[in-house]
């Protein structure tokens, strides 16, 4: 299974996501054809696994956080950073421009990435309202559907010169609301 995401990984890269075909992974892998639609299922899967192996050092990284004996506040700033930075810095070192600028590729990566994100959010909003920094009354699927709305935010995945301070606006919306402090 590393052999064909690995294949993947470099053949989107190089190629982009809509050149690139299941016979070409497989031979890069050295498998069958057969034996990636029977552990995949298709390609489109293939770009969830790649979507997974870019979240690893984030993931690591989040549960770090969560156990950081710092402020909760402080926590979901530094994880809302990690989920931005550290995937763009992964994505950057896994992808080239030309892959990312395949729109089929970059719209199936993203999605998979925003649903690797869940998982992490999930647990700081269930620590954050066991430290009383997130009212329990909200359940977490409300709280999940409000971070995936802002997940729909077109920012590239390249960088661009103002998505930092974009995104710091964005996360600013999330902790604070329009009227909450600074």
Known sequence: M?????AAMALFSE???AATSIK?????????????????????????????IVMVD???KAGELLEKD?????????????????INLSI??????????????????????????????????????QAGAIDSAIPTATILEFTDALG?????????SDLAEKLAHAHHLFLYGLIGKA
Do not use: M, W
């Open 2 to 6: 590393k052999a064909v995401i690995d």
């Open 15 to 17: 190629k982009g996501f």
């Open 24 to 52: 070409e992974i497989a031979a890069r892998a050295h498998v069958s054809q057969v034996s990636i639609y029977n552990y995949f299922g298709s390609k489109e899967a293939l770009v969830a696994e790649c979507a997974h």
């Open 58 to 60: 984030t993931f690591r």
């Open 70 to 86: 710092i402020p909760f506040i402080e926590k979901i700033k530094l994880a809302l950073q990690l989920c931005t930075e550290n």
């Open 92 to 129: 950057s070192a896994c992808f080239t421009e030309h892959a990312l600028r395949d729109a089929a590729f970059a719209r199936l990566l993203t999605e998979s990435i925003n649903e690797e994100k869940r998982g992490i959010y999930r647990e700081f909003i269930e620590s954050g309202k």
């Open 152 to 160: 729909t935010i077109d920012y590239p995945l390249a960088s661009s």
